[in-house]
C-alpha cells in the first residue's frame, strides 16, 4: 500500500507540476508575442487558467498525501490521549465520506456540462473535460483519507505552517 501511495503522488505531482510548467510557458509566450510582436497566443490565457486550476484540484490529493491540507483543529486536545488513535481513524472516516460525495458532486458537474455541450471561449474546447480534475482530486483525497482509516501510520507528521 505504502508504495501505491507513494507511486500514486510522485504521479500527482509530476502532472501538477507539467501544468503549472505549460501555463507559466503560455503566460509567457502571450507576454512576449502581445508586447513585442502584438500578437498575443489565440487563446493563451484561457488555456492558461485552465492549466492552474487542473493543476490545483489535483494538488488536493498531493496536499492530502503530505498532510499538508486545511483542516479544522478546533475540537484538538478535547478527547483524552488514549482516545486519540481512535479518534483520528474517525476523522479520516468522515474526512473520506465527505470528499467521495463531493467527488460524486463533481461527477454529476463533469457530466451534466459535457451532455449540455457547454464549451469555454474563446477555445471551443468542450468544458467537462478540464472539470474531470474536480472529482479526480477530490476522490484521490478520500481514497487517501480511506486508506489512513486502515493503515493510520502510512500519514507523514503534519509539519508546521511556514
Known sequence: MKRFLSTLLRLETLVAGAFYAIAAAILFADVIGRE??????????????????????????????????IRPSVLDGVTPKRFEPLVKRISHLVAAVVLFFGAYYGWLLVLD?????????????????????????LASAGLRSLIYVFWPDLQPEAQEAM
Open 36 to 69: 513585442l510582436f502584438s500578437s498575443p497566443i489565440w487563446g493563451g490565457q484561457r488555456m492558461a487558467v485552465l492549466l492552474a486550476n487542473g493543476a490545483a484540484l489535483i494538488g488536493i490529493g498531493v496536499a492530502f498525501a503530505l498532510n499538508r491540507h
Open 113 to 137: 456540462n459535457k451532455h449540455m455541450g457547454f464549451t469555454t471561449p474563446p477555445l471551443d474546447l468542450e468544458i467537462w473535460i478540464p472539470q474531470l480534475a474536480l472529482p479526480y482530486g
